[in-house]
């Protein structure tokens, strides 16, 4: 539940769960709720804002049914000493964004660039992460 000391958590799951997720809140006659942060409209979860991102993993290894499993991530985020952020390397361009011209000229009427992002992520306090594994996708 979000509070005052800790307004940066936040819900990670992938886009399948989260529709999973709708679902039994409308057979259980709840509504999903939203919030405004930062200028942008999220869903809710008891306050803490979810954020979709389907580079989380989907596992079929961890049940003997084989039935494909999924992490749902909840951390705080921020530069604090009790949260979760992004380190980068001073020397790798601007935040750690390195942006390299592959292809393109004078006579092709398309450029190509290649994106790098050198960057790490550390946790400052182990209370800063919380994973649920094994949800069912």
Request: aromatic share 8%; charged share 20%.
């Amino acid at each position: 539940e979000a509070n005052s000391e800790m307004d940066s958590k936040v819900i990670i799951m992938r886009s399948n769960t989260f529709k999973n997720y709708v679902q039994l809140l409308r057979t259980t006659g709840a509504q999903l709720s939203y919030a405004i942060k930062a200028g942008r409209r999220y869903a809710v979860h008891n306050g803490v804002p979810i954020l979709i991102s389907d580079y989380i993993p989907v596992d079929s290894a961890r049940t003997k049914s084989r039935q494909q499993t999924t992490t749902i991530w909840c951390c705080t985020l921020g530069y604090e000493d009790n949260r979760l952020f992004g380190v980068y390397p001073d020397n790798k361009g601007n935040n750690g964004l390195q942006i390299d011209k592959v292809s393109g000229g004078v006579d092709v009427d398309s450029t190509v660039h290649r994106v790098r992002w050198y960057v790490a992520v550390a946790l400052a306090q182990s209370r800063g992460l919380a994973a649920i594994r094994g949800v069912a996708v």
